[in-house]
C-alpha cells in the first residue's frame, strides 16, 4: 500500500513539472509562429469578382460517348 502512494506522489511531481515547463515555454513566446504569417502571402489565393467569366470558358466534354445507334 506504501508503494501506491510513493507512485502517486512521484506522479503529481512528474505531472506538475511538466505543467510548470508548459506555462514558461507559453509565457516565453515558444509556441508563437513566426513562420506562417511571412509566407501566408505566397498562398493567398482569393479571387476577385471579374475573374470568373463565363464566355470564356470552355463547356465541359462528356465522359462518355453516347450512340444513338
Known amino acids: 500500500m ?3 502512494l510513493i507512485l ?3 506522479s503529481l511531481l512528474v505531472a506538475s513539472g511538466f505543467l510548470v515547463a508548459f ?3 507559453v509565457r516565453n513566446g515558444q509556441y508563437d509562429d513566426d513562420y506562417t504569417p511571412s509566407v501566408r502571402i505566397l498562398f493567398d489565393d ?3 469578382p471579374g475573374d ?3 464566355a470564356d470558358t470552355p ?4 465522359l ?3 450512340d444513338d445507334n
Not at 59 to 62: D, K, L, N, Q
Open 46 to 48: 482569393d479571387k476577385t
Open 59 to 62: 463547356e465541359p466534354e462528356p
Open 23 to 25: 506555462l514558461w515555454a
Open 64 to 66: 462518355v460517348d453516347i
Open 2 to 4: 506504501k508503494v501506491i
Open 8 to 10: 502517486v506522489a512521484a
Open 52 to 54: 470568373d467569366n463565363p
